[in-house]
């Protein structure tokens, strides 16, 4: 994976502020990359993240999927693979390398999760992968909306405290993939937290409501009004 201009993935900077490097998030993502998966009948043998992290999204896939036979993490952050290598097996393994720069290798299944809005150029990035997997799940999140745009300090907050550096809506995200030899095969929205956890006050109770409303009404719209969605998609 290309790095970032201010190397905080390398540097340890994102690991001081992620010290967990978002573990808790690997259950529901597994969980809808097992959806998208089974809907499409996409029944991978191998699996490699690019921008693996702490490596529980792999180790949450075969506890779900043990017909997966070999699982292989990526990272250039030598902090993420030291708490990966912890969970490696004979089944998964993890590398303190940028995958892109490897030649000779293909999989059934690349997972992309969080990672291209971390990438300089994400373009080159993405066509870089597009020869390495017969599949892929890419978790992108949508920065950008009409409350970001009116309320920019939020996108700053992101860059800083997780070093997004791009922001998407669906259709960036969309054109960007098409314009690099990706086809979608399958895709849905994902939820932030604030939609999901319990509210811990009337303020953010108030909002989950409406967010949550807005969403049933018109995922479309609630995504470009409030922002906050990513997607997870399944391309080839």
């Known amino acids: 994976m290309k790095q970032s201009s201010n190397d905080m993935y390398v540097s340890g900077e994102y690991f001081k502020n992620n010290p967990d490097w978002d573990v808790a998030d690997a259950k529901w993502k597994v969980d809808v990359i097992l959806e998208l998966l089974k809907k499409n009948n996409v029944k991978p043998k191998e699996v490699i ?3 693996c992290g702490a490596g529980e999204n792999l180790v949450e896939l075969l506890k779900r999927d043990n017909s997966i036979e070999k699982l292989t993490g990526y990272d250039i952050s030598p902090q993420a693979i030291e708490l990966a290598a912890k969970k490696a097996t004979d089944t998964i393994s993890f590398y303190n390398e940028d995958l892109t720069t490897k030649e000779n ?7 992309v999760i969080d990672v291209v809005e971390h990438v300089d150029d994400y373009y080159g990035f993405l066509r870089e992968l597009k020869t390495k997997s017969d599949c892929f799940v890419f978790h992108i999140p949508l920065d950008l909306s009409g409350r ?3 309320k920019p300090h939020v996108m700053l907050q992101q860059r800083q405290s997780v070093g997004h550096i791009h922001y998407y809506t669906k259709e960036i995200i969309e054109w960007a993939l098409k314009d690099t030899g990706y ?3 399958d895709w849905v929205y994902t939820k932030p937290v604030v939609d999901i956890a319990p509210a811990d006050s009337f303020k953010r109770f108030v909002k989950k409501t409406l967010r ?3 969403f049933a009404i018109n995922k479309d719209w609630s995504a470009k009004k409030w922002g906050n969605y990513s997607m997870m998609i399944l391309a080839k």
Request: net charge negative.
């Open 49 to 51: 993240e690019v921008g």
């Open 105 to 111: 290798i293909h999989t059934n299944l690349m997972l």
């Open 148 to 150: 970001t745009v009116m």
């Open 183 to 185: 086809e979608i095969v």
């Open 212 to 214: 949550n409303i807005s």
